[in-house]
Nanobody, 120 residues
Framework: QVRLEESGGGLVQPGGSVRLSCEAS????????IGWFRQAPGKQREGVLC??????TIVYKDSLKGRFTASRAKNTVYLHMDNMKSEDTATYYC???????????????WGQGTQVTVSS
């Protein structure tokens, strides 16, 4: 019954900003953690951050602290990304779980991803 759908990806210039959306249906987001992950072609998937059921945000990758943040609306979670770099190019996924975790296996539902390309 749970559906997650990411949107907002596309081409962005280095130094630019992007806001990704994760729209959920079938659950009340207020009692779940929503994690963001990313995967570049030929590379492993990595955890980016998570916004918890108490609306705290945890950034798992130290190099992204200060650039990546998250926020919540009624049924949507947003990933805000500033000062984009070429190494940020990846497919970005949102995931829903009972709590926040840096491990993807702790999440129960995933979206299909949205592509973000950083290029000049």
């Amino acid at each position: 019954q749970v559906r997650l759908e990411e949107s907002g990806g596309g081409l962005v210039q280095p130094g630019g900003s992007v806001r990704l959306s994760c729209e959920a249906s079938g659950r009340n987001l207020a009692v779940y953690g929503i994690g963001w992950f990313r995967q570049a072609p030929g590379k492993q998937r990595e955890g980016v951050l998570c916004i918890s059921e108490d609306e705290g945000t945890i950034v798992y990758k130290d190099s992204l602290k200060g650039r990546f943040t998250a926020s919540r609306a009624k049924n949507t979670v947003y990933l805000h990304m500033d000062n984009m770099k070429s190494e940020d190019t990846a497919t970005y996924y949102c995931a829903l779980g009972n709590y926040c975790s840096a491990y993807g296996s702790h999440y129960d539902f995933w979206g299909q991803g949205t592509q973000v390309t950083v290029s000049s």
